[in-house]
């Protein structure tokens, strides 16, 4: 596999695509599997309930540091993760599975295709980023019967050594 490298033009487009596919590559507890992924947003309104669990992947901010004068700037990239789940029922309280059970088992799953071989090695998308994990407040939030799930993402840019 040929790595983009960090000075190319298309760079950027092929760290999200990595990243992307590394998320579209996420497995689940109970069988569960995405039935939609997308790289652009959409709220849970305009994602029919049959294309769900749907994966979002929206990109965020970027955060460019100078540190050294005339020296490299440090990029740290963003994104978030965001799965749509229709959970018929959640409104009663005997449900099979809870809506929660459905949430952690998306939340892990996404946590696990952070991992790598062996274990608690840099997850470099493929030696493109020096780093990729998730940091900051995983949100679970169950209205009615919809499911929204947010995943913050940060990524080191640059070369790998």
């Known amino acids: 596999m040929t790595v ?60 460019v540091e100078q540190k050294v004068v005339f020296g490299p700037a440090k990029w ?27 949430a952690n088992s998306l939340i892990w799953g996404i946590r696990k295709a952070f991992e790598t071989t062996p274990p608690y090695e840099k997850q470099t998308l493929g030696g493109l980023v020096v780093h990729a994990w998730i940091d900051g407040e995983v949100l679970p939030e169950v209205t009615s019967e919809q499911i929204l799930i947010t995943v913050p993402i940060y990524m080191i840019a640059g070369p790998v050594d």
């Open 4 to 63: 983009t490298a960090f000075d190319d033009l298309t760079y950027l487009e092929e760290v999200y695509v990595a990243l992307f596919a590394l998320l579209q590559a996420a497995t689940f507890a109970a069988g569960v599997k995405l039935q939609t992924s997308m790289r652009a947003f959409m709220v849970p309104d305009q994602v029919a309930p049959a294309d769900m669990p749907a994966l979002i992947l929206i990109e965020g901010p970027m955060h």
């Open 76 to 102: 740290t990239l963003t994104a978030l993760a965001a799965l749509y789940v229709r959970a018929e029922g959640t409104a009663a309280p005997n449900q099979s599975p809870l809506s929660v059970t459905t």
